[in-house]
């Protein structure tokens, strides 16, 4: 298959954390094939939701953070994924 037939993540989402903040906490590489960066946001959800779940269960907060930022990354991952697939 021909690789310039291929859709990439466009790089330009990034994830900031907390108000008033002026550098991102991290930002999606350009280049990811979007059918990988899906696979990999679609993983990552999963993981976040296991963690949400055992957080609540055990009553460990820092579970349900690590699974909030495990979903900002996922969430991310396809926002961007979608910008490379409108180019």
């Known amino acids: 298959m021909p690789t310039e037939n291929i859709k990439c993540t466009a790089g330009e989402t990034v994830f900031y954390q907390g108000e008033n903040q002026t550098h991102p906490l991290f930002r999606i590489e350009p280049g990811i094939p979007c059918e990988r960066a899906r696979e990999q946001a679609s993983e990552l959800m999963g993981y976040a939701r296991d963690l949400t779940v055992e957080g609540l269960m055990e009553n460990k907060p820092a579970f349900i953070w690590a699974g909030h930022y495990?979903?900002?990354?996922?969430k991310a991952l396809l926002d961007d994924a979608e910008l490379?697939?409108?180019r």
Request: net charge neutral.
């Open 70 to 74: 495990l979903c900002a990354l996922g």
């Open 84 to 86: 490379g697939m409108m």
